[in-house]
């Protein structure tokens, strides 16, 4: 079975791909670049490199955040199209826990954290019960003030996430010492949205590709702004 994974919850597209041999190919754009310019093209030079035609593909994988609207936008529109192109089942992944599937096997709680602006952050928690247990979610994702979530960070805690890079939620974490915000540990990665895509379709039945929505956890800005103006006419 080909199966394509895709996630645009940050600043960089992360694709992976498994062949029906086994071989894992995986690509990601450079954090400077456009989820709208470079997806696509990336996805098709990642094919093309594995061998493998668009059609192919049986099984799509997608991000649905939390994270960057635009990218979550893009990511799933992008996987929609190839699975209906493809006649390829479409799963949706949670974007933190494609994070967290990055921690050590001897890491009891990961903590993923992104960083949801206006003083809050997206998080999502995960504990195993023994040194190389699956990671299990101890509930959604979900947004919530920085200050209350920092609180709960304890000192057996493993933080990672696309939040780190913000030096609010860095000086929140100052009693588990340097963090460095670049390492790649911090995102979603092509291996690792391909092994999610993978067990999550064998634990939940198919669904129509369009019934998936991203998990934006509250509304933008704008359209908070939007209401505002409407209710004050």
């Known amino acids: 079975m080909n199966l394509l994974a895709v996630d645009t919850s940050g600043d960089r597209s992360v694709v992976g791909l498994l062949t029906g041999s086994g071989a894992i190919f995986e690509a990601e754009t450079d954090a400077t670049r456009k989820h709208g310019r470079d997806l696509?093209?990336?996805?098709?030079?990642?094919?093309?490199r594995a061998g493998v035609r668009a059609v192919d593909l049986a099984l799509i994988g997608v991000g649905l955040g939390p994270g960057s609207y635009t990218g979550l936008r893009i990511g799933l529109t992008a996987a929609r199209t190839l699975a209906y192109a493809a006649g390829a089942r479409l799963v949706g992944f949670d974007s933190l826990e494609a994070v967290a599937a990055n921690a050590p096997d001897d890491a009891p709680r990961v903590l993923v954290v992104g960083d949801a602006q206006r003083g809050d952050v997206y998080a999502s928690e995960f504990r195993r019960e023994a040194p190389g247990a699956a990671l299990v979610a101890t509930g959604p994702s979900r947004i919530e003030p920085l200050a209350a979530w920092a609180a709960r960070v304890g000192p057996e805690?493993?933080?990672?996430?696309?939040?780190?890079?913000?030096?609010?939620?860095?000086?929140s974490l100052a009693g588990l010492g340097d963090v460095d915000p670049e390492n790649p540990i911090n995102r979603p990665s092509g291996r690792r949205i391909v092994e999610l895509t993978r067990r999550l379709a064998g634990a939940t039945p198919p669904g129509d590709p369009g019934d998936l929505e991203p998990n934006y956890l509250r509304r933008s800005a704008a359209e908070d702004q939007w209401d505002a103006r409407a209710a004050s006419r």
């Open 40 to 48: 696509i093209p990336g996805i098709r030079e990642l094919l093309e």
């Open 157 to 171: 805690s493993l933080v990672l996430g696309p939040g780190l890079r913000s030096p609010a939620i860095r000086s």
